[in-house]
């Protein structure tokens, strides 16, 4: 890949925006090359909860939105940023991080569920992700238009029409088994966890009738994804696609949330979440 030499560092060409701040992290000494973990939130404010957990939190960098911090835990360097909103801003820091020598990734976000049994504040760990945004850009240059897989991945499949990105089995095992501690360590929680494909959506509030200009073919859509998927979000396919592509490995673990909710699921959902918080430094080490 094309480098570019400036003030005696070796500067690959896609960190040369440095969209994170992290490059001039770097520079200044706050971001060693050993660091090779990292815990993505989409929300900044729960960056900030988050890092609360590691020993001797730091941000390292803060530019155009996006907050990293490093710190310790379990006597092992990780850092814990913010991703944004959607494939599209989420792709720019995954690909950053990744090139940064960051290996192992862990999203902690939030959902919205596809199934009655799955309530808010339950986690969601996926499997496999139906791509249904701008991600597959990278599989098929012209998808808007044309989607013929003109090269075999392993880690790509095709069910009812609709393409899967898979996820990496020895992730999903480790936030299970860490989750799985978090509840048995909690005992009288009601917060459960469920494991299964969900759906990548690209714009949020297109994907609700009342938004639509053509709400009828919307609802066919949204069955057809339904019955395919447990729930949805908007960053974990640029995740898992993008991990495949850069060989490194990643997972999600995202918690059930209900914009309509009133205080008592509110509370739910923040208990969920600080399941995950706990849950994903564990497993984060163990992969």
Do not use: Q
């Amino acid at each position: 890949m094309e480098t570019l030499k400036k003030n005696n560092v070796i500067i690959d060409s896609l960190l040369i925006a440095d969209h994170l701040g992290l490059l001039e992290a770097r520079r200044k000494g706050l971001f060693p090359p050993s660091v090779s973990r990292a815990i993505i939130h989409g929300n900044p404010d729960r960056v900030h909860e988050h890092a609360k957990l590691l020993k001797d939190p730091k941000v390292v960098a803060l530019k155009r939105g996006f907050v990293s911090y490093l710190g310790h835990y379990g006597g092992e360097p990780l850092i814990i940023a913010s991703s944004g909103m959607g494939a599209g801003s989420a792709a720019i820091v995954f690909e950053e991080l990744f090139e940064h020598g960051i290996n192992k990734v862990i999203r902690v976000g939030t959902c919205g569920s596809y199934r009655d049994y799955i309530r808010p504040g339950d986690i969601v760990v996926p499997t496999d992700v139906l791509l249904e945004s701008p991600v597959l850009r990278y599989i098929f240059p012209d998808y808007l238009r044309k989607r013929e897989l003109g090269v075999e991945f392993d880690w790509l499949h095709v069910k009812e029409g609709f393409y899967f990105v898979k996820g990496f089995e020895k992730v999903i095992n480790a936030i299970r088994e860490s989750i799985e501690k978090a509840l048995r360590e909690l005992k009288d929680s009601t917060i459960k966890y469920h494991v299964g494909p969900i759906h990548d959506k690209d714009i949020l509030h297109a994907w609700r009738e009342r938004y639509s200009m053509n709400p009828e073919g919307l609802v066919k859509i949204k069955s057809k994804i339904r019955n395919l998927t447990i729930a949805t979000d908007m960053e974990s396919g640029a995740l898992f696609t993008i991990a495949h592509m850069r060989n490194a490995i990643a997972g999600s673990m995202l918690v059930v949330v209900d914009f309509s909710a009133g205080e008592e699921i509110k509370r739910r959902e923040k208990e969920g979440m600080e399941i995950a918080y706990r849950a994903s430094l564990e497993a984060i080490l163990a992969i």
